[in-house]
């Protein structure tokens, strides 16, 4: 254990490794950040209208089309590997239906990307891995940049 003399021994030691010279000075901003760079200038009318806008969701989409998706193929699977083949069922439905590419063209850096919503997967994965549904309605939309985005259909 440490007595009182070696408590205020310790403490007298860190305040003077704690200390500030006073030969020091202090930085200011001008030094941390020249004036030069320090901020950026706004932009000017003509920069913002170079800006390309951005398009509305309305515009961008291209196809939209509603599908009911049969499922039953997903039951012949073990019951724990049944909610996973539906999904895959869906995504080789959807691809098969929306023709999207599975190459990379010459022309496109990238292959057009598949999304499915939340809703749809929680509405196949709702009764757990064993119990997926025999089939689900669906939203596809496609987009300018074949990009395809599959939503839950809502009653009509």
Do not use: C
């Amino acid at each position: 254990m440490v007595n009182a003399q070696e408590e205020q021994q310790i403490i007298q030691e860190t305040e003077e490794l704690l200390e500030v010279p006073e030969d020091s000075t202090t930085i200011t901003q001008e030094e941390i950040m020249p004036a030069d760079i320090a901020v950026e200038e706004p932009k000017t009318a003509e920069a913002k209208a170079e800006k390309p806008k951005k398009k509305s969701k309305d515009d961008d989409i291209v196809t939209e089309r509603i599908y009911t998706v049969p499922l039953q193929k997903a039951l012949v699977r073990p019951p724990k590997r049944r909610a996973p083949r539906a999904m895959q069922l869906l995504k080789i439905f959807v691809v098969r239906h929306m023709k999207m590419a599975t190459t990379v063209s010459e022309e496109d850096d990238e292959l057009p990307q598949l999304v499915i919503t939340q809703e749809v997967n929680e509405k196949i994965w709702g009764k757990g891995i064993e119990k997926p549904p025999r089939r689900i309605r669906v939203r596809v939309t496609k987009t300018r940049d074949d990009n395809v985005t599959v939503y839950l259909a809502e009653a009509e």
